[in-house]
């Protein structure tokens, strides 16, 4: 019977021994202490948006000619009403030469008209005076009075004639001035197209042409980015945002929302998008911006400060988390009331306290409500 006892405690103990060999380790995990902080309600661009200038002008001359001279290059900075190119101009400056010389002899001959018409009435008021005394006849007073009307008329007629030849010549140095391409406001010089002795063609209606020179005044740069039309009635102008270019990696700057398009782009189907304009609060120091940099947009719709929160990825379905049980050494599933929400953190009205640890990510395999687990150190 002792043997028989004995025998069945050696086999229980054995068996304890190697249940407690084959039993299931703890698993290592991060865990994260639930904390306060900010959360933000955000509304981001749904495609990449594009860094563009306030004022970006495509100028192009209106007449065909032969380029004459290029006085900038690429990449050249320009003041406003500086010349950045012409055209040919021997047969305009002959032109405009002609006028003058057309205006000057119509003043001539006004003037000797003016003279004449002068010369008339006191004619007029020389036979008036002898005709009282009846030593003039009143033929001949009637003559002169007739002569001195008609020299008055050629007097008005040349003001007019003067009139026509100014507003000629006017015509003719608005086309000379035509040949010329001048700045009309201060930038760069982004492309050129035409050297000398090329020959120019001003672009027909409906068909567009490369221009002449592109100007750009990159001392004024805004975003403009497509949002997704079912965000498009949370934004607002004048709202925060935070804009980030892929070409500065790691850096954020400032802005706000200047525009919204008042209708929606449909140029895809199942995404269509409304744009909106984006301001730098302050020029970026120390950074080069160049227009057509790809750039993204992070509105701000709401923020709350000092406010539970926990990694928007540590959300289960059914709004739970994986809250660490000291005691049992587990993993517990725990609901919580979430609030506002953003893809880094989600507010937490309800469900934990601060300084509990959940698992911050659902990225490792084997975790669940119940599993055993060992606390690794935590991240910063």
């Not at 594009?50 to 006085?71: D, E």
């Not at 990449?75 to 010349?83: F, K, M, Y």
């Amino acid at each position: 019977m002792r043997k028989w006892l004995i025998g069945t405690v050696l086999i229980l103990a054995l068996g304890a021994l190697l249940w407690w060999w084959q039993r299931p380790q703890p698993l290592p995990v991060t865990l994260w202490p639930v904390e306060r902080g900010t959360v933000e309600a955000l509304v981001a661009n749904s495609r990449a948006g594009t860094l563009k200038a306030c004022r970006r002008s495509q100028l192009s001359f209106k007449l065909g000619a032969p380029v004459s001279a290029r006085l900038v290059n690429e990449g050249d900075r320009v003041v406003a009403g500086q010349l950045l190119m012409q055209l040919r101009q021997d047969d305009l400056k002959a032109r405009l030469a002609e006028t003058e010389a057309r205006l000057q002899v119509q003043r001539n001959a006004r003037e000797q008209r003016c003279t004449q018409a002068g010369l008339d009435r006191r004619e007029v008021q020389r036979l008036s005076q002898l005709a009282a005394r009846q030593l003039a006849a009143a033929q001949r007073l009637d003559q002169a009075e007739n002569q001195a009307r008609q020299s008055q008329l050629l007097c008005e007629a040349g003001a007019v004639q003067i009139r026509e030849a100014e507003a000629a010549l006017t015509l003719q140095r608005a086309l000379l001035d035509q040949a010329s391409l001048r700045a009309p406001f201060a930038g760069i010089v982004a492309e050129i197209n035409g050297e000398v002795g090329e020959f120019v063609t001003p672009s027909p209606p409906g068909i567009p042409t490369p221009p002449a020179v592109d100007l750009i005044d990159d001392s004024c740069l805004y975003v403009e980015a497509p949002i997704d039309e079912v965000d498009a009635a949370r934004v607002r102008l004048e709202l925060p945002v935070r804009i980030s270019l892929d070409a500065f990696r790691g850096q954020s700057f400032a802005g706000t929302v200047t525009r919204i398009a008042p209708f929606v782009r449909d140029l895809e189907k199942q995404a269509r998008t409304v744009d909106i304009e984006v301001r730098f609060v302050e020029p970026p120091p120390a950074v080069v911006l160049l227009t057509g940099y790809s750039a993204d947009v992070e509105i701000l719709v709401e923020q709350r400060e000092g406010v539970l929160r926990v990694p928007s990825e540590s959300l289960l379905e059914g709004r739970q988390v994986l809250r660490y049980d000291a005691e049992a050494g587990v993993l517990r599933a725990q609901t919580v009331d979430a609030g506002l929400a953003n893809w880094r953190w989600t507010e937490v009205r309800a469900g934990l306290t601060e300084g509990e640890r959940i698992l911050p990510s659902l990225e490792q395999e084997g975790l669940g409500d119940g599993v055993a687990v060992t606390p690794v150190e935590s991240p910063p």
